[in-house]
Every structure is written in structure tokens, then in C-alpha cells.
């Protein structure tokens, strides 16, 4: 592996095309073949500054996969590489159907332990949340593809919604689970 | 002497190199020392022929004894005898007041009084720190490591629960630096029994392995893939162990006894937890078993303890560690059902109740045909073996990941995440933050560990200042904060105003941790020590010098001496190698090994200059002098 891997980008680092739905076990695969070559471990005996550059690379290679692992911050990365920082942005605007049904899906979380069966409730919820998510990224491949930078934004910004209405169910699912050990 | 040795290209006339490493597995209750010896990794026993180690310290005005000799004083001399050290790793005075609020008497040694915010234990030779009596246990480790291995080690591997923090893990290189050990890496204990298990048995898949120790526990969930060893989630409590399951009993004792833990001596104290640990160990063969406790002359207490009493004083614990398998198997995003393999490790995994509970969660009889005791200095050793470049096929590669979120403190004592538990490690992260007030012109940087929002609950690693940066009005100034963690698991934070350039920096010296100062003061302490054996260290590279240059200079003789050498010339080169031999044996100092070798050198230069000419002659016969160009 040459230096230059500071130069790629997170997709050409895995030899993958840019994409909302990369290989997820080749990106396991390209991983563990780039840690192989790259790891602080493969130059324990090496000098102090070759020892600096596989922590470097390693970092990268890390950070990298971690980045397209997850679908959020996937598509938020595919955006900056079209020059868009979602980060710290103040523009949040969001049409005003969703905003509603993400406030009603938060209400019934916060209540769902009054449910009979709230473990079932909950599992019904994340499949839901899946495949309004699977939607959205489906949406999101066709605006970006036209250069459709504004309506892409607007659709990874439901999706970071989504995203965290599924880790607070995960974590009441949790709760519940842990209760009944 | 190098251009003595003219070899084929590609190939080394040094026989090959093997390099000493050892694997440490510093345990709450013992620890053990293991190595690769012809190709298989092992624990080291010591001269009797034991291989735990118990991980006791008793100081002594003029001595310090570790072990097992140590322990047999326990009862009889509580305040000198220090055991269960590990549990005091990287903690502060506070953290313990917090952590051993139910059984306050529990620890029956005297803590000094002073500023300083890392407790010290008083001891008849002086007030000693966690680092300085792990330091203690590590030397006669690394010692039994060189007379087994015969040799200078190369350095050591030492094992650290998965779910140990910053401070703890500091605190552990700390003391490996304190014994003189070079460490080669910080290696998770779960991630070492899963190599000594996965390379043992050539499983393939999602393996979890639950390890139940002293004092702490671990889970880890981990993918095994061609020599990889991947870890997908860890969790676990770095307070939690079979300690506790002895602290259970003793409060059920004390209760049935009718005795007020507070009206106790330390000895007695000491006395009814060592009767409990025996309790708990006697359940593991029968169904029950007697215990007997003289609390006094006039006070004695037998009673009968029992599996099902057993289990539902250590019931709850082991719910807890349930817990954590679920958030683990939940974090790596792995069902129950795809675990091939739950390896148990750990010596509270004997416990026949923690075997039951875990098969029933994970659904799958647990696995517990490795020594539960050794497995983990033996992962950690086939780790030593590979750094320091003895695997030959150098396929062995470990992931880990980083056990608890790393955080700032930002506006209203909230902790922001920079990154999140279970993040493959090294990483790198930086997080931009501004300021909140016009003319700002400093900033302090917080830095906690763990997964609460709020600052407080969460533990304190660092606090530094960034100063002097040009003031601008709120929310202008761009101040840059980067965290690396490396691949030890050790955290350095670095912080950079943008706008203006200025930067600042830390080693992430924990807040609970020593100062650098306490640190220096002890390295210190040990110096005399230490130059002895910087003085034996080069004494003994330079005997393997001599070694190689005697070898060299006679194969090269043998080779062509007769045609190149005149019989003075040979007699010149032979007579100032005899005396090199002679030094090679009898030299004290490594300045004389050098001097000797320095004069064979010159003595034998011509000779060298002869040989290259006639080596490059050789090579060139027959060929065209462009083809050098």
C-alpha cells in the first residue's frame, strides 16, 4: 500500500464504486486484507516514525470503514464528496407531513411500555422505521444522481430522524429485555 | 566488520534471529507469565513448578515477597499483605470511597492521608500506590520470564480487562514501565484467550467469550476469520467479579452469625472473606458445605452453606453480567443464534451456576475444556511472539476496539460523544467548538470517558487550557479538538484554535492518575537498579557482537584466507582474534568487547578491501560494463 492512501477518498479506499448500498461483506473482506498490511502490529519492530504512519493509516482505514459501514453517515459522506458539509449546517428545514409523524412515532415510544405486549410494538415500529429508511436511500440514490443536492440533504436529514427514533426504541427494547433476565 | 560477510544476494549469513517476548496476564487474584518456545506458547512456572502466581504484595521493612508466600500472611499481617491491587488501578481516593460504599471496611489497609488524589496504602515500607505494588508483581514475572528464556526479553505483552478506561490502562503501562518492562502493546484480555482458543481449535465465526476474573468482567464478541481476530463489541464491568461473589458470602455469614461487619478486626474481616472464597470453591465439587469461623476467644460461628443459597446470593451478580452480553451482542449487531462458540475464561467461571446461566442465554453449552487460568497469558504470549517478529507466516492480526465513548464537557456539564464505544481502534477524531461569550480568549478542554450524558456520571480523564488565542466575538473563534487513540487503547488529545494557529497538547495523564512528577519520583527510587541493568543489557549485545564478527572472520579464513593472506598477514588477523575470543569470555564491561573488536577490525581491513575486490571482479566476470551503468 502506497502513501497515496491519504489521498482517496472512503470509497476508493475499499475499491468500491460510489454507492448508497456498497457490499457490505466485501467492505469486511477490504478491510480486514487493508488492516493486514496497514496495522500498528505489522511494525512493532519499525522506527518511531513508520510506527506513527501505520497508526495513521490504520485511523484512516478505520475511520473510513466505520463511515460506509453505517447508512447515515454513508450518504452524509457521499455528499461532501459533491462539496456538501451537513455538518454544523443551520438550514434544517423539513416539510412539515414528516416533522408531524416523527413527533407522533416519539409520543407512542414514550408510552409504549403501558402496551400489553411492548416488546411487540416496539418490533413493529423498527420494521417500520426500516423500510421508510430503505425508501428514503432509494430516494436519496435518484436525487443525487441528478445533482440534486437540496432534496438530498433534506432526505439524509429524515433519515439522521429515523435513525434516532430506531436507537431509542433499541434502547427500550434493551430496557425491557434487561428486566426480564 | 560487515563487508566481511559477502553472501549470495538474498541471503543472510546471520542464522536466523529468535527474540524473547513474553505474555503478562496481571490477574486480581494471580497473574501468570507465558512465552513461545519451539513454536508453542505456554505458561512458566517457577521453581516449584507453579505457574499462578497470586497477586499478593507483603512489605516488610526490609523485604518485599510476592506470591504465594505472601498470601499465607494474609490473615496475620492484613495491613502489609496487599491483594485484589488491580481493583485500585487508575482509581482515585473518590472513586473508591464511591465504589466501596457497601462494605467500607472491605479493604483493610490504611490509606495515608495527603493531597494527593491517588491513594496510597501504608505499608512498613512506605506508603505504596497500585502502580508501584503491580510494578512489584510484574518484576518477579519479567525475572521468571529471563531464567526460564535464559536471555535479555524483548519486551512483554501484559493483558488489561476489555472494559477497562484510560486511567487503568495508563496505570497498568505505568507499572510495566516501573518493573523495567518494555511493553510491547496493551492487549485485551478477552481478545487474548480468543487467540489461544481460535488458533487451538481452528474455529471459524462469531465467538463471544465471557470472562469472569477477580475483580473484573469482560465480554467481548468476536469474528474469526483466516488468523484475524476481529472484535465486533466489548463490554462489561471493570468492578464486577468473583471477589464479589466472596463479599456476597461474607455478608450472608456475617448476617447468620449475628456479627456487625464494623465491630471486626481486619484480620477477622480477612478471615471470614477467605472462608467465603472456600465456601464458594467447595460448592463447585459438592452440593454443600460446612463453614466454621472464630471470630474470637468466646465467639465462634458453623454453618451450613448450600447450592440454592449459593445461587441466590450470586444471582443478582450474574444477572449483571447478562446484562452486558446483551448490550455487547446488540452493539456488534450479532443475534444469539450466529455465536458458534461461547468461550469461558476467567477462574469464576468454575462456578457451576455462572456456567448454567450463561449456557441458558446464549443457548449453547459454554466452552470449558481451556484452562480458564491460562488462556489468557498464553493469547497474549502467541501476541508478544508475533510483534516482536518471530511468526514466521505473519498472518496473526488482532482488531480491538475502544470500550467506553470519549467525550468533552461542553456548556451545562453535558458530555458530547467524539467517539463512541466500541469504535475500531486506533482511531483518529476531531470535533470543531466555539466559543460562547464575546472576547473569549481561552477555553478549557474536558475530557470523559463512559456513556452518560452528563459529565459527572461519566469518568474524568484530562482537563487542559487553551489559551491566548485572538479574541472574537462569540461563536467566531474555531477551536479544533483531535483525539487519538492508539492501538494500546491510550488516549492523547490535542487542541488548535484555527483561526489563529495556536495549539496545545496532552498525553492524557488521567485526573485520578499519577503525576508525572509521582512517576519520575519512583523511576527514581529504582535508577540504582535500572543502571545495572542498562550496564548488563549493553554488556550482553555486545558479547552477541563479538559472537558474530568471531564467526565471520573465521568463515571467511577458512574460505579464502590461504590465497588472499600472506602467512605474517594471517598471523596478525589470528592473533588479535584469539585475543577477541579471550574478551569475548572474560570481558566485565562492554567498552572492553568494543575496544577488541575495533582493533580486529583495523587489523583485518586490507583484507576485507581484497575480498570485496575480488567478490565484485566475481560477479562482473563476463559481463559488459555497460550492463552496471
Redesign the interface.
Known amino acids: 500500500m502506497s502513501d497515496s492512501i491519504f489521498n482517496l477518498n472512503y470509497f476508493e479506499i475499499f475499491s468500491q464504486p460510489v454507492t448508497t448500498e456498497p457490499d457490505v461483506n466485501l467492505l469486511k473482506q477490504k478491510n ?1 486484507e487493508l ?2 498490511q496497514a ?4 511494525f ?2 519499525s522506527s518511531d516514525a513508520d510506527k506513527r504512519l501505520a ?2 493509516k ?3 482505514i ?2 473510513a ?2 463511515t460506509l459501514k453505517k447508512p447515515v453517515s454513508r450518504l452524509q459522506y457521499m455528499l461532501t464528496l459533491k462539496g456538501v458539509d451537513m455538518n ?1 449546517e443551520t438550514d434544517t428545514s423539513m416539510d412539515g407531513a414528516f416533522l408531524m409523524e416523527q413527533m407522533e412515532l416519539r409520543e407512542s415510544i414514550s408510552e409504549v411500555r403501558n402496551q400489553a405486549e411492548p416488546l411487540d410494538v416496539l418490533a413493529t415500529m423498527l420494521a417500520d422505521l426500516k423500510s421508510k429508511a430503505k425508501n428514503l436511500t432509494i430516494e436519496f440514490s435518484e436525487s443525487y444522481e441528478l445533482d440534486d443536492l437540496e432534496k438530498s440533504r433534506e432526505i439524509v436529514r429524515k433519515l439522521q430522524f429515523i435513525s434516532k427514533a430506531e436507537k431509542e426504541v ?1 434502547e427500550i427494547i ?1 430496557q425491557l ?2 428486566e426480564l ?1 | 566488520m560487515a563487508l566481511l560477510q559477502i553472501s549470495e544476494p538474498g541471503q543472510s549469513t546471520k542464522p536466523h534471529e529468535h527474540k524473547f517476548a513474553i505474555g503478562i496476564d496481571l490477574g486480581t487474584t494471580n497473574s501468570l507469565v507465558a512465552s513461545v518456545r519451539s513454536g508453542k506458547a505456554d505458561t512458566l512456572s517457577d521453581v516449584d513448578g507453579k505457574h499462578l502466581l497470586p497477586s499478593v504484595v507483603r512489605y516488610s521493612a526490609d523485604s518485599i515477597v510476592v506470591g504465594l508466600a505472601a498470601k499465607e500472611n494474609q490473615v496475620k499481617d492484613p495491613h502489609n499483605t496487599i491483594s485484589s491491587i488491580k481493583r485500585l488501578m487508575g482509581r482515585g481516593v473518590e472513586d473508591l470511597k464511591a465504589q466501596f460504599k457497601s462494605l467500607s471496611d472491605e479493604l483493610p489497609y490504611e490509606f495515608a492521608e495527603g493531597d494527593s488524589v491517588v491513594p496510597r496504602i501504608k505499608t512498613a515500607a512506605g506508603n505504596k500506590t497500585a502502580v508501584e505494588i503491580s510494578a512489584d508483581i510484574l518484576k518477579v514475572l519479567k525475572l521468571r520470564g529471563e531464567e526460564t528464556l535464559g536471555d535479555e526479553l524483548e519486551g512483554a505483552v501484559i493483558t488489561v480487562p476489555a472494559y477497562f478506561d484510560d486511567a487503568q490502562r495508563q496505570a497498568t503501562k505505568d507499572a510495566a514501565t516501573l518493573a523495567g518492562i518494555n511493553v510491547l502493546r496493551l492487549l485485551n484480555e478477552p481478545t487474548a484467550a480468543a487467540v489461544a482458543y481460535g488458533l487451538d481449535s481452528g474455529a471459524e465465526g462469531i465467538v463471544a467469550v465471557y470472562d469472569l476474573g477477580g475483580g473484573t468482567f469482560d465480554i467481548s464478541i468476536m469474528q474469526l476469520k483466516q488468523g484475524v481476530f476481529e472484535v465486533l463489541s466489548t463490554g462489561g464491568d471493570s468492578a464486577l467479579g468473583g471477589d464479589d461473589f466472596d463479599h456476597a458470602i461474607a455478608q450472608w455469614i456475617l448476617e447468620q452469625a449475628g456479627v456487625d461487619s464494623s465491630e471486626l478486626s481486619s484480620s477477622s474481616l480477612r478471615l471470614v472473606l477467605q472462608e467465603a472464597c472456600s465456601a464458594k470453591e467447595a460448592l463447585s465439587e459438592h452440593t454443600e458445605t460446612e463453614i466454621k469461623i472464630d471470630f474470637s476467644a468466646d465467639k465462634n460461628w458453623t454453618g451450613i452453606l448450600n447450592r440454592e443459597i449459593l445461587n441466590t446470593l450470586i444471582d443478582p451478580l450474574i444477572k449483571k453480567t447478562l446484562m452486558s452480553c446483551r448490550r455487547a451482542l446488540r452493539d456488534a449487531d450479532v443475534d444469539k443464534e450466529q455465536v458458534i462458540d461461547v468461550v469461558m475464561v476467567g477462574g469464576s467461571t468454575r462456578a457451576l451456576r455462572v456456567r448454567e446461566q450463561v449456557g441458558e442465554f446464549f443457548e449453547t453449552e459454554p466452552k470449558v475444556d481451556i484452562d480458564p487460568d491460562r488462556v489468557v497469558a498464553i493469547g497474549a504470549a502467541i501476541q508478544a511472539n508475533a510483534l516482536v517478529g518471530n511468526d514466521a507466516e505473519g498472518n496473526l492480526l488482532l482488531m480491538d476496539v475502544l470500550p467506553l465513548s470519549l467525550g468533552l464537557e461542553t456548556m451545562g456539564g453535558l458530555a458530547e460523544k467524539i467517539i463512541s464505544r466500541n469504535t475500531p481502534i486506533p482511531v483518529s477524531r476531531a470535533q470543531e467548538f466555539t466559543t460562547y461569550k464575546d472576547g473569549q480568549t481561552a477555553m478549557a478542554v474536558h475530557v470523559v470517558q463512559g456513556e452518560r450524558d452528563l459529565v459527572d456520571d461519566c469518568r474524568s480523564l484530562a482537563k487542559f487550557e487553551l489559551r491566548g488565542f485572538p479574541s472574537h466575538v462569540a461563536g467566531a473563534a474555531r477551536i479544533r479538538v483531535t483525539f487519538q487513540v492508539d492501538a494500546d487503547g491510550l488516549l492523547s488529545v490535542s487542541a488548535k484554535e484555527e483561526t489563529s494557529g495556536i495549539e496545545a497538547s496532552v498525553e492524557v495523564k488521567p485526573s485520578y492518575g499519577l503525576q508525572d512528577s509521582e512517576i519520575e519520583a519512583m523511576l527514581k527510587a529504582s535508577m540504582e537498579f535500572a543502571a545495572n541493568d542498562k550496564d548488563a543489557r549493553s554488556l550482553r549485545e555486545q558479547q552477541v557482537e563479538a559472537d558474530r564478527v568471531l564467526e565471520a572472520i573465521d568463515s571467511a579464513m577458512a574460505d579464502d584466507g590461504e590465497e588472499m593472506l600472506s602467512a605474517e598477514e594471517r598471523e596478525a588477523i589470528l592473533q588479535v582474534r584469539q585475543e577477541l575470543e579471550i574478551s569475548r569470555h572474560n570481558a566485565t564491561e562492554a567498552q572492553q568487547l568494543k575496544d577488541a573488536m575495533s582493533k580486529l577490525e583495523k587489523v583485518s581491513a586490507e583484507y576485507v578491501a581484497r575480498r570485496m575486490n575480488a567478490s565484485v571482479q566475481k560477479s562482473m566476470a563476463g559481463h559488459q560494463v555497460e550492463e552496471f551503468k
Not at chain 1, 496495522?39 to 505489522?42: L, T
Open positions: 480486514r488492516q493486514q496495522h500498528p502490529d505489522k512493532a519492530n497508526m495513521q490504520t485511523s484512516l478505520n475511520e470503514f466505520e454544523g433499541n434493551e429485555e434487561d433476565i
